[in-house]
């Protein structure tokens, strides 16, 4: 059974900085794309970041970028996101999300396997 499991989520301070880990199980996703999304509480899910199969090619939501690195190791099935510079606005539910085979990074229709999310709050 595929399962994606996120953790190092937590309350920060604002300037404040978390790491996200997302472990994979089940099966390997070293062939796949991989990215993040965010829902905040009233608001639709957002993309923030994804990361291709082999980590040479990662894309960020610009209202993140310079903000938040995104990673993946593949001999662990394991992605991770490091977010610095927290403001409130970056307070969500935070998902990993494994991509299809093929598509867009996007949009979170493309992705088809999902986490259970792991909460950030960042306190002003």
């Known amino acids: 059974q595929v399962q994606l499991v996120e953790s190092g989520g937590g309350l920060v301070q604002a300037g404040g900085s978390l790491r996200l880990s997302c472990v994979a199980s089940g099966r390997t996703f070293s062939n796949r794309a991989m990215g993040w999304f965010r829902r905040a509480p009233g608001k639709e899910r957002e993309f923030v970041s994804a990361?291709?199969?082999?980590?040479?090619?990662?894309y960020y939501a610009d209202s993140v970028k310079g903000r938040f690195t995104i990673s993946r190791d593949n001999a662990k099935n394991t992605m991770y996101l490091q977010m610095n510079s927290l403001k409130p606005e970056d307070t969500a539910v935070y998902y990993c999300?494994?991509?299809?085979?093929?598509?867009?990074?996007?949009?979170?229709?493309?992705?088809?396997?999902w986490g259970q999310g792991t909460q950030v709050t960042v306190s002003s």
């Open positions: 990361i291709s199969w082999n980590g040479r090619s990662t």
């Open positions: 999300a494994v991509r299809r085979s093929s598509g867009t990074y996007y949009y979170a229709n493309q992705y088809d396997y």
